[in-house]
């Protein structure tokens, strides 16, 4: 397949690039938005118009992707997020082509989930409270909406947390690894941490873009839902912050304090967000397969 990737200058972007061309598809990349405004669709009808062919499958990717950025400037978020979504399908209706379009959704979406929706499938109840939450609950709609009302098969992601080697440091498991490593290397004796006993599903960002490219793949050769199909990429198991920092200081042969910095705490934090992985094992087999040990010392690797 000839895919377009949009945002594929990110954390996953690069991941999945190289997991598409590891397969023999061929990769375009959208440009940066130094270069391109994936809200521009004008811009975008122009871009995609000048590529020699049309794409046979659509990723996209590309937006605000931290929530505290999103709660920063709500306004910017909602116009990446959302009308970016929007002038995405409408460069591609403009220029005449459906192809199978995966859209990188977050399980943010559900919101703080009750104990008795866990672990979370994909109808649970949606209780977005927060601005990136909501500018991914919004994107969501219009992909149904194009969908629906345009004909594009369409695949909506409600990823759950990820990490791995290049995520940025404001992420928490490799702001944790760079505590650990000024431990290892003499410059600090303790860890700072806020909610170390909260309960997260975590995947290896590795095992995630395997699972975009099984549904892209059942999506082009239509053995999904001709419409939306919304799922959720989760490994179905849980660990606590507290694990990973205690993981990652193993890993690295040192035996600090984590020190509880009421800075970081976040209050209403959810004590554990869980997602169901029954439908994507279901729809394309999917399962993960890089365990945590192999993740974080890859990630350490990378610091």
């Not at 409408?90 to 459906?98: K, T």
């Not at 799922?231 to 509880?260: K, Q």
């Not at 959810?270 to 945590?292: C, M, N, Q, T, Y």
């Amino acid at each position: 397949m000839r895919v377009f990737i949009t945002g594929a200058n990110g954390f996953v972007g690069r991941w999945l690039a190289r997991e598409l061309t590891s397969h023999r598809h061929e990769v375009v990349e959208t440009p940066g938005p130094e270069v391109l405004d994936i809200a521009d669709r004008p811009a975008l009808v122009r871009w995609l118009d000048h590529q020699g062919g049309a794409p046979d499958a659509v990723v996209h990717l590309a937006g605000m992707a931290f929530a505290p950025d999103a709660g920063q400037d709500p306004g910017e978020a909602f116009r990446v997020n959302v009308g970016g979504t929007v002038a995405l399908f409408e460069a591609l209706r403009e220029l005449g082509i459906r192809p199978p379009v995966l859209v990188s959704g977050s399980a943010d979406s559900y919101g703080p989930p009750r104990p008795q929706d866990l672990p979370l499938r994909e109808d649970a109840p949606l209780a977005p409270s927060h601005p990136y939450a909501l500018s991914k609950v919004a994107q969501e709609a219009v992909s149904a909406e194009a969908s629906a009302r345009y004909g594009f098969p369409v695949v909506v992601t409600r990823s759950f947390n990820h990490t791995g080697p290049g995520q940025r440091p404001v992420f928490v498991v490799p702001a944790m690894a760079q505590r650990v490593l000024a431990v290892k290397r003499g410059q600090a004796t303790s860890i700072p941490a806020g909610n170390v006993d909260v309960r997260r599903d975590l995947t290896d960002v590795r095992d995630v873009v395997v699972a975009y490219r099984m549904l892209l793949e059942a999506a082009a050769r239509g053995a999904l839902s001709d419409r939306c199909t919304i799922v959720n990429v989760a490994s179905g198991e849980v660990v606590t912050v507290r694990s990973v920092i205690e993981r990652l200081c193993a890993l690295v042969g040192v035996t600090p304090a984590i020190e509880i910095d009421q800075s970081l705490v976040r209050t209403g934090d959810p004590v554990e967000i869980r997602g169901d992985a029954s439908l994507i094992r279901k729809l394309v087999g999917w399962h993960p397969r890089i365990p945590l040990e192999q993740t974080l010392r890859d990630l350490l690797a990378t610091l």
